[in-house]
């Protein structure tokens, strides 16, 4: 296992899936693999990010690197025979076209054993709620980095307070929003990485 978790931090996806075949060869079970390999790389991953020494291109190549195992390991998409930790939606909000922290917060949570469900950049309001409602989330993930998508963030609780998600879980994060106050975006948590976003995920749901 040592030899995945070493390949997944250098970001070599082809060594990764050829490493994840030789396990599974040798009779290693998916959850395995997803727990003590990709959970484990992403624990270290974590640890290594402090606000001095935050790498986002090592975490891009090893988000990348974990993706191409995850489809290796669960090609129609589902992490069936796992336990999951549950739904949560990601998204960059109408007006906002850049994905690059919903990317990296997506592959964080997928390592983390979350089935994660990507609304995409420019994302409707109405659309996320929906998706929400539709996938029974039990939380939603909005990045943001530029500040007019501010008044939606808004208003994300309101709308899914309507729908009858009030209970759901809301989180924020990105160059924008991480300025603000988790009480001005009327939402539950803003996150300063995707790595903090998810600590917050696993002690609060």
């Known amino acids: 296992m040592s030899l995945l978790i070493d390949a997944l931090l250098e970001g070599d996806q082809a060594r990764s899936v050829a ?9 290693a079970g998916i959850e395995r693999i997803v727990v ?9 991953l974590d640890g290594k990010c402090t606000i ?14 974990v993706m191409s195992v995850m489809k290796e390991l669960f090609p129609k998409g589902e992490l069936s025979g796992i336990p999951s930790r549950g739904t949560v939606i990601v998204c960059s909000l109408e007006g906002d076209v850049h994905d690059l922290g919903k990317n990296i917060l997506k ?16 994302c409707p309001l ?8 539709k996938e029974h989330a039990h ?14 963030v808004k208003r994300t609780r309101d709308l899914a ?26 939402v539950d948590y803003v996150a300063e990485t995707a790595f903090d976003g998810a600590r917050y995920l696993e002690s609060a749901v």
């Open 107 to 122: 592959m964080v949570l997928t390592g983390k054993g979350y089935r994660v469900i990507d609304c995409g950049k420019d």
């Open 126 to 133: 109405d659309k996320l709620i929906d998706t929400a409602d």
């Open 52 to 65: 001095d020494q935050y790498n986002l291109l090592e975490i891009m190549l090893a988000g990348r690197a």
């Open 161 to 186: 307070a309507k729908r009858g998600l009030g209970q759901i879980k809301i989180l924020a994060g990105g160059a924008a929003l991480k300025q603000a106050t988790a009480e001005y975006l009327n």
């Open 19 to 27: 490493e994840v075949a030789k396990l599974r060869e040798a009779g």
């Open 139 to 152: 939380s939603i993930c909005i990045s943001g980095l530029i500040t007019t998508v501010i008044p939606q």
């Open 36 to 44: 003590a390999g990709i959970g484990k790389a992403m624990e270290q």
